[in-house]
T-cell receptor, first 114, second 112 residues
Framework: DADVTQTPRNRITKTGKRIMLECSQT?????MYWYRQDPGLGLRLIYY???????NKGEISDGYSVSRQAQAKFSLSLESAIPNQTALYFC?????????????FGQGTRLTVV | QKEVEQDPGPLSVPEGAIVSLNCTYS??????FMWYRQYSRKGPELLMY????GNKEDGRFTAQVDKSSKYISLFIRDSQPSDSATYLC????????????FGAGTRLFVKA
C-alpha cells in the first residue's frame, strides 16, 4: 500500500458542486500539504498543516478549505467548484525532525470541473 | 517574477546522452535545493537533495548549486529511456519541507 493515499484518483464534477478530496498517510509525519499542479506553473501550495490544530493558507487558498481530522488525515474541499480549478491535486507529507526537507507525495487526484 | 524559474521543455535526447537540467532563483535565503522526478500519472519523488553550495553525486546523477549565481543544475550521465520523466527543482529556506517552492518542471524524453 502507498504511504500517502489520495481518493479519488479521478473526478469529474459540475460547476457549482461541492467536492472533497481526501488524503491519508501511514508515514507518521506531522506535516501535511495540499498542492495543485498546472502545466507551466508547477506545484503551488494551497494549504498546509503542521499538526491537527494547525492550519495555514498557502499561495492559492481562495476557493478552497481544508480539514485535518487526525494526524494521518487531511482533506481538501472545493465549496463551489469552478472550471479554473481543473487541475492535478497532490497531497504531501513531511517530517519536521531529522533535518531533512523531503516531501512525500500521493499519486494525485485529477479533477475536472465542467 | 517567479521565485524559481525552470524551462518546461520538452527536452528530447538520444539514449546515452548527457542531460543538463537547470533552474534559476531569486531568493538568496534558499538553503535547501532538491530535485524531484515525476513519472506520468505519479506523484513527484525526491531524487537528490543538496544543502547550500557545491556538488553532490549519486550514481549517474550530479546536482550542482551555485549560490553566487542563484543557479542550480542536475546532470544525468548515460541517460536511459527509463529516465524519461518530468524533473522539478525545488528550494526551501528551512527543513521539514516547510514552504518549499517548486519550479514548473522540465519534461525529458530519452529516445532508445
Amino acid at each position: 500500500d502507498a504511504d500517502v493515499t489520495q481518493t479519488p484518483r479521478n473526478r469529474i464534477t459540475k460547476t457549482g458542486k461541492r467536492i472533497m478530496l481526501e488524503c491519508s498517510q501511514t508515514k507518521g509525519h506531522d506535516r501535511m500539504y495540499w498542492y495543485r499542479q498546472d502545466p507551466g506553473l508547477g506545484l503551488r501550495l494551497i494549504y498546509y498543516s503542521f499538526d491537527v490544530k494547525d492550519i495555514n493558507k498557502g499561495e492559492i487558498s481562495d476557493g478552497y478549505s481544508v480539514s485535518r481530522q487526525a494526524q494521518a488525515k487531511f482533506s481538501l474541499s472545493l465549496e463551489s467548484a469552478i472550471p479554473n480549478q481543473t487541475a492535478l491535486y497532490f497531497c504531501a507529507t513531511s517530517d519536521s525532525q531529522g533535518g531533512r526537507t523531503e516531501a512525500f507525495f500521493g499519486q494525485g487526484t485529477r479533477l475536472t470541473v465542467v | 517574477q517567479k521565485e524559481v524559474e525552470q524551462d518546461p521543455g520538452p527536452l528530447s535526447v538520444p539514449e546515452g546522452a548527457i542531460v543538463s537540467l537547470n533552474c534559476t532563483y531569486s531568493n538568496s535565503a534558499f538553503q535547501y535545493f532538491m530535485w524531484y522526478r515525476q513519472y506520468s500519472r505519479k506523484g513527484p519523488e525526491l531524487l537528490m537533495y543538496t544543502y547550500s553550495s557545491g556538488n553532490k553525486e549519486d550514481g549517474r546523477f550530479t546536482a550542482q548549486v551555485d549560490k553566487s549565481s542563484k543557479y542550480i543544475s542536475l546532470f544525468i550521465r548515460d541517460s536511459q529511456p527509463s529516465d524519461s520523466a518530468t524533473y522539478l527543482c525545488a528550494m526551501s529556506v528551512s527543513t521539514g519541507g516547510f514552504k518549499t517552492i517548486f519550479g514548473a518542471g522540465t519534461r525529458l524524453f530519452v529516445k532508445a
